[in-house]
């Protein structure tokens, strides 16, 4: 493959996905989310624009999958504006911008000339774990297994509040058909874990995302009851033992507002390594 101008963007088909694919891999810890829209993407239906500095290799990369737009600038502050995407927005659907919040910023800033503007912005912890997790008591009577499809319907109200406070911009309608549909696919296609307490399914967390060495958690919901008893530690606990026994390392993101939550994913053992955000449009 021959070399490309001095930063130039330029949109890479399947057969060229070694380059945004091997920028991915270099801090993997914090794209997570990216890598593994990438692993997965549609190259007819999603996009990938490589910018390239040295012409030799990829320096920063902007990747749209499903309606949301993902910055992997490398922690790089001097990048071209991708001028591109005047035309590219009016052939595709845009409803959100997500990664580290300094390369959100800048995104933005990028995208403000063209009529975008931020609908919400919601700002997160990203957490990393690399190693088994402290131990961590696990309560009386509590117990685990994988969600199964027959826990649908037991799941359904848990799902539903986990999206009501955590995921869903503060003017949007919640959908049960929308949430239904998630959760059936969470069951079926994701890793999950569910406590339990008295054969009742009392909290429950899974897999959303999977990069080639690397797994990122969510929907981490606890039923209000049963809350300040340790229940989200030792449920986070236990499944990250299970995800590290495959050898790999694990990330995930906590609102800032939510401190409950961050301490206890730091007890077991996850660290703050930067700060996330999702801007919806």
């Given at each position: 493959?021959?070399?490309?101008?001095?930063?130039?963007?330029?949109?890479?088909?399947?057969?060229?996905?070694?380059?945004?694919?091997?920028?991915?891999?270099?801090?993997?810890?914090?794209?997570?989310?990216?890598?593994?829209?990438?692993?997965?993407?549609?190259?007819?239906?999603?996009?990938?624009?490589?910018?390239?500095?040295?012409?030799?290799?990829?320096?920063?990369?902007?990747?749209?999958?499903?309606?949301?737009?993902?910055?992997?600038?490398?922690?790089?502050?001097?990048?071209?504006?991708?001028?591109?995407?005047?035309?590219?927005?009016?052939?595709?659907?845009?409803?959100?911008?997500?990664?580290?919040?300094?390369?959100?910023?800048?995104?933005e800033a990028m995208l403000l000339p063209l009529g975008?503007?931020?609908?919400?912005?919601?700002?997160?912890?990203?957490?990393?774990?690399?190693?088994?997790?402290?131990?961590?008591?696990?309560?009386?009577?509590?117990?685990?297994?994988?969600?199964?499809?027959?826990?649908?319907?037991?799941?359904?109200?848990?799902?539903?509040?986990?999206?009501?406070?955590?995921?869903?911009?503060?003017?949007?309608?919640?959908?049960?058909?929308?949430?239904?549909?998630?959760?059936?696919?969470?069951?079926?296609?994701?890793?999950?874990?569910?406590?339990?307490?008295?054969?009742?399914?009392i909290a429950k967390i899974n897999t959303n995302a999977?990069?080639?060495?690397?797994?990122?958690?969510?929907?981490?919901?606890?039923?209000?009851?049963?809350?300040?008893?340790?229940?989200?530690?030792?449920?986070?606990?236990?499944?990250?033992?299970?995800?590290?026994?495959?050898?790999?390392?694990?990330?995930?993101?906590?609102?800032?507002?939510?401190?409950?939550?961050?301490?206890?994913?730091?007890?077991?053992?996850?660290?703050?390594?930067?700060?996330?955000?999702?801007v919806h449009l």
């Open positions: 493959m021959g070399k490309f101008p001095l930063s130039r963007w330029w949109k890479a088909h399947e057969i060229e996905r070694i380059w945004p694919e091997t920028l991915l891999r270099m801090k993997e810890a914090y794209y997570v989310a990216a890598c593994s829209r990438f692993r997965t993407m549609n190259f007819v239906k999603d996009h990938a624009w490589v910018l390239t500095s040295d012409g030799t290799g990829a320096s920063a990369l902007l990747l749209h999958s499903r309606g949301s737009l993902f910055p992997v600038f490398n922690g790089k502050t001097d990048i071209s504006p991708p001028f591109f995407l005047e035309r590219v927005l009016k052939n595709i659907h845009l409803y959100s911008l997500q990664g580290l919040t300094r390369e959100v910023e800048m995104l975008l503007r931020s609908r919400e912005t919601m700002d997160f912890k990203l957490m990393a774990l690399e190693q088994l997790p402290h131990p961590v008591k696990t309560p009386k009577g509590i117990s685990f297994r994988r969600a199964e499809r027959s826990d649908t319907e037991t799941l359904l109200p848990l799902q539903a509040a986990y999206e009501k406070e955590e995921v869903l911009p503060a003017d949007s309608t919640f959908d049960i058909r929308a949430c239904r549909y998630n959760l059936e696919r969470i069951i079926a296609k994701e890793k999950t874990l569910v406590a339990l307490m008295g054969g009742r399914i999977e990069s080639y060495s690397r797994c990122q958690l969510g929907g981490v919901y606890v039923l209000p009851e049963y809350r300040g008893q340790g229940i989200a530690c030792c449920l986070t606990a236990a499944f990250s033992r299970l995800l590290l026994a495959k050898n790999k390392g694990i990330n995930l993101f906590v609102n800032n507002n939510n401190i409950a939550a961050r301490k206890a994913y730091s007890r077991c053992g996850f660290k703050e390594i930067s700060d996330y955000r999702i």
